[in-house]
């Protein structure tokens, strides 16, 4: 009981835009067993010379570090790994796939100079965020990243980096489980405008389909406004793809696991797909809803969201259907998710958690910021990126330089 009341309220945190407050104060707080002995990181254990080889490749082509398949998980966590950073490196992602069933990130991660980018047997807020570590983390389900540089704290440093990966269910360490583990080193030359593509799914939702939303003025509209919002962060949008999905995803009424299987039915898009269709995937839908009713005008599968099409958490959806609840642009709202999905948490939660971003120039409960919590259910929200949340979305795979 109290384990899938808590899944409802995490599941609520990922989806914005709706006021769970009341929930909130029932918050179990589930954390690590603290009878376990913790095995400590140990010391990297990739040879010196591979590590020097790895090191003098200081070319700016993208390159995956790591991949491992059924890596065990024992008692939440798995054996610690080790992979070796090149120089040039301006984003590091660790993506986790498992089950649906249960929440995967990283359990710890060390940087190229032995330094903590997410501390082994960290503390796990209610929210499923690691929210003290210098580089935050969000457990979500099927699917999990860590991302960094998540804030304007974290350099990364070339050289042998050492991390593990963490199973759990509604924050408790599960205690036997395996996922697949892929390591993403994004290089590149950045450029002023960095691009990037989106591939829109529709449903039917507001009598939209792939061939009418192309002239429909208020679609269109709604796409301009999205533009307007991402042009601070000097990002243009160079390519759309329209595409319809089934109908039945017209209201997501289940929760997460409708919105999973309305994820998969994508294209494997992204920086591990098909560059051909590169675009992050968003759906429109009539209405989001939890397995309990509590609507949401949007959610992003991730902070950030998986770097391939086609996985349970890979795309945004947002609510079409105008209420009291949805006043917003939707074109801002889609912003909101987008941002997200490019590595952004909310600057502020709702006021009963206590949680602020770890950007540095983001005011609490600023309602003029994109990322803040209510963005969507005011009558005026906010649009402002700050200076270093652009930095952090930037260094994101799926944009083109
Ligand atoms: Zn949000």
């Known amino acids: 009981m109290k384990r899938s009341f808590l899944f409802g309220v995490l599941f609520a945190l990922s989806g914005c835009g709706s006021d769970t407050s009341n929930n909130a104060n029932n918050f179990i707080y589930n954390n690590v067993n603290n009878d376990q002995a913790i095995v400590p990181v140990p010391d990297c254990a990739i040879s010196s010379e591979l590590i020097e080889q790895a090191i003098n490749d200081t070319g700016d082509t993208p390159k995956i570090l790591f991949e491992k398949e059924g890596m065990k998980i024992s008692d939440g966590q798995s054996a610690f790994f080790d992979f070796v950073v090149p120089p040039n490196t301006k984003s590091l992602t660790i993506m986790v796939s498992g089950k649906d069933s249960e929440q995967y990130n990283v359990g710890s991660w060390r940087n190229g100079d032995r330094k903590d980018l997410v501390p082994n047997n960290f503390e796990l807020h ?4 690691c929210s003290d570590c210098p580089n935050r983390i969000r457990f979500t389900s099927g699917v999990g990243l860590a991302f960094a540089p998540i804030n304007q704290d974290v350099e ?3 050289g042998c980096h050492t991390a593990s990966i963490s199973a759990r269910t509604a924050g408790i360490k599960v205690l036997a489980s395996e996922a ?3 390591v993403y080193a994004h290089r590149f030359t950045e450029t002023p405008t960095a691009k990037l593509a989106l591939n ?3 449903s039917g ?3 939209l389909n792939a061939e009418s939303a192309k002239t429909s003025t208020s679609f269109q509209n709604d796409i301009k406004k999205l533009k307007a919002v991402l042009s601070q962060a000097k990002i243009e949008i160079d390519q759309t793809d329209y595409i319809d999905i089934d109908s039945s995803f017209q209201i997501i009424e289940g929760g997460e696991p409708d919105l999973m299987k309305m994820y998969r039915t994508a294209k494997a898009t992204g920086p591990l797909g098909d560059e051909t269709i590169r675009g992050i995937n968003v759906f429109f ?3 989001i809803l939890t397995e309990d009713g509590v609507p949401f005008v ?3 599968g991730g902070n950030p969201g998986p770097i391939i ?3 349970a958490q890979s795309g945004v959806a947002v609510a079409m259907k105008k209420s009291d609840q949805i006043p917003a642009s939707r074109g801002v709202v889609l912003a909101h998710e987008i941002g997200h999905y490019l590595g952004l948490f909310h600057t502020s939660e709702i006021p009963i958690l206590r949680l602020h971003d770890q950007i540095s120039d983001t005011n609490d409960f600023d309602e003029s910021l994109l990322l803040h919590w209510s963005t969507g259910v005011q009558d005026s929200p906010g649009e402002t990126l700050t200076p270093n949340q652009i930095k952090v979305i930037r260094n994101n795979p799926w944009l083109r330089y």
């Open 298 to 300: 949007g959610i992003s």
């Open 200 to 202: 829109f799914h529709f």
């Open 126 to 129: 209610p929210a499923g965020i």
């Open 309 to 311: 099409g086609g996985t």
């Open 180 to 182: 697949d583990i892929i």
């Open 205 to 207: 939702a507001d009598g």
């Open 285 to 287: 839908v009539d209405e």
């Open 156 to 158: 990364i440093k070339a």
